[in-house]
């Protein structure tokens, strides 16, 4: 595995790491939904995650990561269409993919 895509998964895991210490271990919706400053820490995150998994798609095709093109698309819609960004949808990525991804990226870092 080239660095570089070494250090992209490194930043995915990183940027899973804060969303889940930024929502601190009491997760509640109805708190991120009224906490800008949290809403745009985790769209940030999740574009950071976008944007390393398409460089990593770019450079290494032995890298598999489930639902990566819905991640980009994720990155590009929260990016480009920040007026239409919803919260419901952030948050079920947030609860429902980003433990799977966690995982799969971990797995990649060890087998290095």
Same mark, same amino acid.
């Given at each position: 595995?080239?660095? &570089?895509?070494?250090?992209? /998964?490194?930043?995915?895991?990183? @940027?899973? %790491? @804060?969303?889940? +210490?930024? =929502?601190? @271990? %009491? *997760?509640?919706?109805? &708190?991120?939904?009224?906490?800008?400053? =949290? *809403? *745009?820490?985790? !769209?940030? +995150?999740? !574009?950071?995650?976008? +944007?390393?998994?398409?460089?990593?798609?770019?450079? &290494?095709?032995?890298?598999? /990561?489930?639902?990566? *093109?819905?991640?980009?698309?994720?990155?590009?819609?929260?990016? #480009?269409?920040?007026?239409?960004? %919803?919260?419901?949808?952030?948050?079920?990525?947030? @609860?429902? #993919? /980003?433990?799977? =991804?966690?995982?799969?990226? +971990? =797995? #990649? /870092?060890? !087998? !290095?």
């Amino acid at each position: 595995m080239k660095r &570089e895509v070494k250090k992209y /998964l490194y930043d995915i895991k990183t @940027s899973i %790491d @804060s969303i889940f +210490e930024y =929502l601190g @271990s %009491d *997760r509640n919706f109805f &708190e991120y939904q009224k906490n800008k400053q =949290l *809403r *745009r820490a985790v !769209e940030r +995150e999740l !574009e950071i995650i976008g +944007e390393a998994v398409n460089r990593i798609i770019k450079m &290494e095709s032995g890298v598999q /990561l489930s639902n990566a *093109r819905q991640i980009i698309d994720t990155r590009n819609w929260v990016i #480009h269409g920040y007026d239409k960004v %919803d919260d419901v949808i952030i948050w079920g990525i947030v @609860s429902n #993919h /980003l433990p799977n =991804l966690r995982k799969e990226v +971990e =797995l #990649h /870092l060890v !087998e !290095e």
